[in-house]
């Protein structure tokens, strides 16, 4: 208990579900009364919390959700004793000429709203879109603060704290909401619903720790924890003291009623996933070195897949096993998301399956302890093959234009898979098929529409190969039960085995049919990172030029027909199944759109 | 050729190639070079002409496709002469704290850029995200005023003249550019990219003669036309009088090199689309009467098809011919937006298909001249029933909870169908299946993944099913051949024909399985016009109540209903193929999004 020289804050780092309002009051308030009794100075909720975050467009659609975060407000209300809240809803704004909503928090204390506070700086970038429903508040430092048993509280919401003109090298704002309130308080408080992506935890690290020291206050922030959709929260609430330094950290990936005492210098310091740290060097320039970014990379698609099930209502995973990196890769992150029970691989071989590949997957199946059939497509293949000379045939009437080499063979064995991986997800409860597609081969639109693209989740939509490889090997490494992915599938060159190469008289290779995938990460890291056009590429020495001879014509070939590729891939980006967003910056719908019919001149 | 005392200006109604600056470039150059043949005064390009509209994130991710929107105003400069230029393009804006681009119009004459004109109000909601990109210019009402041959012309760009406070019950913004501009003008220019929506064309209308009446001014309005992806633009640039009358219009849904004289009352005045200036008295409640809106409709659809198959290099289609009404209203769209010999219908049925519906696709196929052939699926059914007993078999020892009454039956015929499409499509060059799902239905979910909701463009995705009944209608009556639909298609109820309907032994039909089109269709148009709550329409009279008996209990579970599968369609709606906006408003990825782990209380 509690002792009057004590200042307990409680960080209720919570995973709400947007829209559902009564089920993330109903947490909220379950959680005061935990604060209530014992006796917490001040229980702090994620930004938007009774809304839940993202919220899509469903604010401008269906109004009346606002009005019910309001009203979930009043009864809350009448839970609160002496222990202060800080929540976040969606305040209806009636001014005239404004967006119709304010992103605030409310702070009530023994049955009254005692304060609320607004948010100013609206990210309107990359999965942010706060500026197509919410007004941007006036600054206002003296209202931010919460005088509460004698200790200044200034209250800073998410973006809020992202403008340090001292910290960023470009700001976004010609305002600091947190120059202007820090100044009059001795703790800082920013409730945030801020999603995980690469190099973003050391930004966030490094830029508390400044402002903390810069106006010597103590610094908490209190994120979101769980994952909607794409977008996974990491949680990794946390306090600095005065001098920048860490004080106390909350758990990651996983909801946590934390407390700390400002009083002391004893708080919980759970630590970040190992490696994430040393990412700040690697921001520079493209690395095959995934490594410091692994542990954080597997815990969010982990996280990711549970969410989107349990949010969803499923229970269960059907996904095809090729004995190949994707689809290996994926099995072991549902095994870990869902519990091997939950799992089901299916071997589905060809003609052109290798005998090492069949063998790969019936390993790695058992090695996960998944469950696993055997569903050759011999007899589909031979049946639709002989089916479409006839529509062909048929047809050829009319289009005289006739591929001579198309891949029609290819896509008839990745489609009947995924016909069998929805055949058995419709046909048992709760389960959904999983799309295998990694990020490189996205970018290529080297996937079968209605084939490999398809499913219900994408897990690993947003790792590029290179970055596969490595986690492969680390999960061997770190996961448990060690080496369970078989050494031949990383050892493996990719290819989908689903055509002759002519030349080789084997299965075409992935890297034969694209480009090495070196090589290909790093143009895809370039685009997303520093925005290069294929002339900017042409001038920089590329990580794979360091290792091996690569003369200009063949380097401004990969680069035309990279882009070339990406070009035709629009449209497959565009019915991609949702994915997790891992990377700093991806090719997912809720941060990238580019019209289909869009035709750039990437070369400059 | 043109005297002395006239004035000339040229509306450059175009359509633009989103991020083809070159293309776009050309086009202008093209056109410049005409206007200054004839001496014109002025040549007057759509908004953001050289960077295409829509632009999704590419300034974000491409930044130097901006600096070749600029570059090429410096090869546009070289081709001016007296005539003067006003064209959009994407300015780069260095100041600290802003957005990286301006919207903007240089004004280019004598081989100058005499003056850049900066938009100020930037649309942020449905199909706009500009906030994300460009940063609002201050008014600067002199600024925009271009003194030319004795005229001042008020420049203002689209959305800056949607702000009237008069006009409107309600204002999105503080600031009206035109109220500042037009005092300084003896004529309005409005370059717009503006896309046609339900009822938008009397908006607009009702607007422009508003502002020219009441500023005593004449009111220029020059829009792109086009079409990409989701987005259709109709073009109709016109001119309005200092009296507020239509004194020029240019086509509608085709470019046109459009001149008007300022000083002449004898300018052309093509015609709107017939019953559209009806729409108006129907916006205040649904209506069964989609009559004033077909041919608006029908126009939009053909051209979205046109320029998405254009813009692609895509030429030919595939779609599958069921004898419903959403694949014959989708074959008699790509007919005349492709050309008869481009279609091909396919006839799949299954031993569910009726006789009826045979030949009705048949005799379609025949009245439409498309290409037509039959490939029945019974084998692939059979085989693949068969095959998924053992599979079901197999997997149940592990998954032991199987739906009684699964959809797998139902969605092996509709996805073997598709699989159809897709192999021809992928065999055959430039050719794409059409995916054939109406908006009614992908609201509710009633669609099969990877089956009919798959393909390569979706021509109805926007438009519910009663008005699908009216166009089919319409088009009977409107198009050169008359009556090419069999009156049996549009006379039968809607059903998939995938299921027999225990009760009757008879095929499943869609309102059994849903609940009436016309009760449907208009909660779709509560939500979408009205954002009403279920407890909303309950208190409100729908049409299907004043024709039928409807107890309060049957309706509130329609309701229910809908919601419940509106909820699960959301993963249906985030993999739905592009299809071109039409109504009013849409669940079209370009503007609404919702995440499908959300979960509202629709009830309120």
Redo the contacts between chains.
């Keep these: 208990m509690k002792t009057d020289s004590d200042n307990i804050i409680i960080m209720a780092q919570l995973n709400p579900?947007?829209?559902?309002?009564?089920?993330n009051k109903n947490k909220a308030i379950e959680c005061i009364k935990k604060a209530n009794e014992i006796n917490a100075d001040l229980i702090v909720f994620p930004e938007l919390f009774l809304l839940?975050y993202?919220?899509?467009?469903?604010l401008?659609?269906?109004?009346?959700?606002a009005?019910?975060t309001q009203d979930a407000l009043e009864e809350i209300k009448n839970v609160t004793k002496n222990t202060g809240v800080l929540i976040g809803f969606a305040e209806i704004n009636k001014e005239?000429?404004k967006k119709p909503y304010y992103n605030s928090v409310a702070f009530i204390q023994n049955k009254q709203i005692k304060k609320i506070i607004r948010k100013t700086l609206l990210a309107?970038?990359c999965e942010h879109?706060d500026?197509?429903y919410f007004e941007s508040a006036d600054i206002n430092p003296k209202e931010r603060i919460i005088d509460l048993n004698g200790i200044k509280y200034g209250i800073i919401i998410c973006e809020d704290a992202w403008n340090d003109f001292d910290f960023f090298e470009k700001?976004?704002?010609?305002i600091d909401p947190v120059k202007e309130t820090a100044p009059l308080a001795d703790v800082l408080i920013c409730p945030a619903s801020s999603c995980t992506r690469a190099k973003k935890e050391q930004l966030k690290h490094n830029m508390m720790i400044h402002t903390a020291k810069k106006y010597g206050v103590k610094y908490i922030y209190v994120n979101q924890v769980g994952a909607?959709?794409e977008l996974v929260y990491d949680g990794y609430s946390r306090m600095y003291n005065e001098n920048g330094e860490l004080s106390a950290m909350a758990k990651g990936f996983e909801e946590d009623f934390f407390t700390i005492n400002l009083k002391s210098s004893n708080n919980i310091i759970n630590s970040l996933p190992k490696g994430l740290e040393l990412t700040l060097n690697s921001q520079k320039e493209f690395s095959l070195d995934h490594k410091p970014d692994l542990a954080r990379t597997y815990k969010s698609i982990i996280l990711a897949i549970k969410?989107?099930f349990k949010?969803?209502g499923f229970k269960?995973a059907v996904l095809g096993l090729s004995g190949g990196l994707d689809s290996t890769v994926c099995a072991v992150l549902l095994a870990d998301a869902l519990g091997s029970?939950n799992v089901?691989g299916v071997s589905m071989p060809s003609k052109l399956t290798s005998d090492e590949s069949k063998n790969d997957a019936k390993i790695l199946a058992e090695n996960l302890k998944i469950?696993f059939?055997e569903?050759p497509i011999k007899?589909?293949h031979d049946?639709?093959s002989k089916?479409?000379e006839?529509?062909?045939e048929?047809?050829?009437?009319?289009?005289s234009?006739?591929?001579s080499n198309?891949?029609?063979q290819d896509?008839?064995q990745a489609?009947?898979r995924?016909?069998?991986l929805?055949?058995?997800a419709?046909?048992?409860?709760?389960?959904i098929p999983i799309a295998t597609s990694d990020k490189s081969e996205l970018y290529m639109g080297y996937a079968t529409?209605?084939g490999d693209m398809?499913g219900?989740y994408a897990p690993i939509s947003d790792v590029v190969k290179t970055k596969l490889f490595a986690l492969a090997r680390w999960m061997n490494e770190n996961r448990k039960n060690k080496n369970s992915i078989p050494e031949s599938i990383i050892n493996k060159p990719p290819g989908a085995e689903l055509a002759i190469d002519p030349k080789t008289g084997k299965t075409l290779l992935a890297e034969d049919a694209l480009m090495p995938y070196e090589f290909l990460d790093e143009v895809i890291w370039r685009?997303?990172n520093l925005?290069q056009?294929i002339n900017n590429m042409m001038k920089c020495e590329f990580l794979y030029e360091k290792k091996n001879i690569l003369d200009e014509k063949t380097k401004l070939k990969w680069l035309n027909k990279f882009f070339k590729r990406l070009n035709t891939s629009l449209?497959k980006w565009?019915?991609?199944?949702?994915g997790p967003v891992v990377d700093g910056?991806s090719i997912n719908?809720?941060?990238?759109?580019?019209?289909?019919?869009?035709?750039?001149?990437?070369s400059?």
Tied chains: 1, 2.
Excluded: C, H
């Design positions: 579900i947007p829209g559902d309002v009564e089920y839940g993202p919220v899509g467009d469903i401008t659609r269906y109004p009346f959700i009005q019910q005239k000429f309107n970038y879109n500026y197509r700001n976004l704002y010609s909607n959709d969410e989107y949010k969803n269960r029970e089901l469950n059939i569903v007899d589909m049946m639709l089916k479409f006839g529509i062909f048929q047809t050829q009437k009319y289009f234009e006739r591929y198309s891949f029609t896509n008839i489609r009947s995924a016909m069998i929805w055949g058995i419709n046909e048992f409860s709760a389960a529409i209605n398809s219900g685009i997303e925005n056009s449209y565009y019915i991609t199944p949702p910056r719908k809720i941060e990238f759109r580019q019209p289909i019919v869009s035709n750039i001149n990437y400059k």
